[in-house]
């Protein structure tokens, strides 16, 4: 038993202290990890994230599991980020957290129809959510960490769309030929009107709430938790209530300025300061080194008594 409990303490000291996050996008709350881990490496198509120094990126999970012993593996988003980390998580027996975006129900209304990905659900691991209104297993909550909310005069005479590809693109400006529509390059703390393309608490939602923009974007679960109709924003399930709200926003932009005030209010509800991200992550990471001590002591435990059978 002594013997057990040695290998036990000489596995379970080390600290959990090196990520291996999968995920595609969300990059802000994925390098916000190096606020947390010693070392995180990103497997992901990252371009010019502008990484601290303790974050790396890595092109091929094979050579980079030979070089790097990682003590969790943390997907970011459904589909093939979480099979990715189950696979990882599976081949290098180590902990993992699946961090949920968007609810089961997200893709079954949508504009321009697309298809929820056949993945196959994993139990494994432990989830948490990224949103207040996207529920986990373990009911677990850590949002993104807060920025200081922007307050630069909007310029309503343009109505902007949250880039999407080409195909989902032509059919909302299709739509609204007869409005002045723009593509937004990234965000603009100048855009007053943005419509947004993505389903679910996108990014592109809540770095518009946070500049003071007036949203409109699509009708989903989580959305209709999130915005107030005509207080903070706007929601559309389908072209032609688009259509028919677009054309109220512009008859009306000269009285937008309580709904801008309001979304930058939305914003700093649904995100937290960097003390709190540290404190909650913190958390899950003793969580994470209890759970695998008590694995590990079972295991041995197990094996012991079965050594002992057999001698």
Not at 186 to 199: F, K
Not at 247 to 264: C, F, P, T
Request: net charge neutral; glycine share 6%.
């Amino acid at each position: 038993m002594f013997l057990v409990n040695n290998i036990i303490n000489s596995v379970t000291k080390k600290d959990i202290d090196t990520a291996l996050v999968v995920c595609d996008g969300r990059q802000n709350y994925a390098i916000d990890l190096c606020k947390v881990f010693k070392k995180v490496f990103f497997y992901t198509p990252f371009n010019d994230p502008g990484l601290p120094k303790n974050g790396y990126v890595i092109m091929n999970t094979n050579v980079g599991v030979l070089q790097t012993s990682f003590d969790v593996v943390i997907s970011i988003g459904e589909g093939q980020s979480a099979t990715i980390a189950d696979e990882i998580s599976n081949k290098l027996h180590i902990p993992s957290v699946k961090i949920r975006t968007v609810t089961d129900m997200v893709c079954l209304r949508r504009p321009f129809s697309v298809p929820e990905p056949n993945v196959p659900k994993s139990n494994n691991g432990l989830e948490i959510s990224m949103y207040s209104s996207v529920e986990s297993k373990s009911g677990i909550c850590i949002p993104d960490i807060r920025d200081e909310t922007l307050n630069i005069e909007k310029e309503y005479d343009n109505i902007y769309l949250a880039q999407a590809p080409e195909n989902i693109i032509s059919r909302y400006t299709g739509l609204l030929n007869q409005f002045p529509i723009k593509i937004a390059q990234g965000i603009n703390p100048s855009h007053g009107i943005i419509i947004d393309t993505w389903l679910g608490n996108s990014s592109h939602l809540l770095n518009s709430l946070r500049t003071g923009a007036v949203v409109i974007c699509p009708r989903t679960l989580e959305s209709e938790m999130l915005i107030k109709e005509g207080v903070n924003g706007f929601l559309y399930k389908d072209f032609k209530e688009l259509l028919r709200l677009v054309e109220y926003i512009y008859k009306n932009k000269s009285s937008l300025s309580s709904v801008s005030e309001s979304a930058k209010q939305l914003y700093l509800e649904n995100t937290i300061t960097r003390k709190e991200f540290e404190t909650r992550w913190g958390e899950i990471i003793q969580t994470l080194s209890q759970r695998s001590e008590e694995d590990l002591r079972k295991y041995y435990k197990h094996e012991a008594k079965r050594y002992s059978n057999i001698t």
